[in-house]
T-cell receptor, first 115, second 114 residues
Framework: GENVEQHPSTLSVQEGDSAVIKCTYS??????FPWYKQELGKGPQLIID?????GEKKDQRIAVTLNKTAKHFSLHITETQPEDSAVYFC??????????????FGKGTKLSVKP | NAGVTQTPKFRILKIGQSMTLQCAQD?????MYWYRQDPGMGLKLIYY???????DKGEVPNGYNVSRSTTEDFPLRLELAAPSQTSVYFC?????????????FGEGSRLTVL
């Protein structure tokens, strides 16, 4: 079945460094790719998303890139700060109709930013 | 703004007991969802609803039931609780189908079945 793989599962960086999280997807019909941030004890919150007709999108210190040919997309966080510490989830839409465009989530990356 | 509100935040159940997790949203969203989150496993869709009176199964519906009598409320019912249902449950809503736009999540309900 459709799958989204996310790497790494944990990532530790020094404050001010960049962090990169990568995801691959299997469903060639996927056309929507959101990234969610989950802080401890909270629900996930959308931080950025990208659609299949766009290769890159930026929002201040975060950016997402999409390579449709290779079926992978990445989250880039620059100038990391301690408040960036959280679990990050990627997701891909499930194409082919049926389940109202279900999202398939990756297993998450725990990012720790050390001061 | 309240957004998506889930109750209770924590609950311990004995095997075989039943309970209902409540979810309410005040954003007038048509789409609502229930997910479960297990450690290291991401989010799995249990049930979803595209509007009042309409519900459908997600990836892992066994052992659960839902109803959607109003736009605002989407309760999740656990019948005959089992240890495998120990998890954190998240309710979410969206103005459009989740394959097209942002999901708004509640803060979660942590359930332990002993």
């Amino acid at each position: 079945g459709e799958n989204v793989e996310q790497h790494p599962s944990t990532l530790s960086v020094q404050e001010g460094d960049s962090a990169v999280i990568k995801c691959t997807y299997s469903d060639s019909a996927s056309n929507y790719f959101p990234w969610y941030k989950q802080e401890l004890g909270k629900g996930p919150q959308l931080i950025i998303d990208i659609r299949s007709n766009v290769g890159e999108k930026k929002d201040q210190r975060i950016a997402v890139t999409l390579n449709k040919t290779a079926k992978h997309f990445s989250l880039h966080i620059t100038e990391t700060q301690p408040e960036d510490s959280a679990v990050y989830f990627c997701a891909a839409s499930r194409g082919g109709g049926g389940s109202q465009g279900n999202l398939i989530f990756g297993k998450g990356t725990k990012l720790s930013v050390k001061p | 703004n309240a957004g998506v509100t889930q109750t209770p935040k924590f609950r311990i159940l004995k095997i075989g007991q039943s309970m209902t997790l409540q979810c309410a949203q005040d954003m007038n969203h048509n789409y609502m969802y229930w997910y479960r989150q297990d450690p290291g496993m991401g989010l799995k869709l249990i049930y979803y609803s595209v509007g009042a009176g309409i519900t459908d199964k997600g990836e892992v519906p066994n052992g659960y039931n839902v109803s959607r009598s109003t736009t605002e409320d989407f309760p999740l019912r656990l019948e005959l609780a089992a240890p495998s249902q120990t998890s954190v449950y998240f309710c979410a809503s969206s103005p459009t189908s989740m394959g097209t736009g942002e999901l708004f999540f509640g803060e979660g309900s942590r359930l332990t079945v002993l």
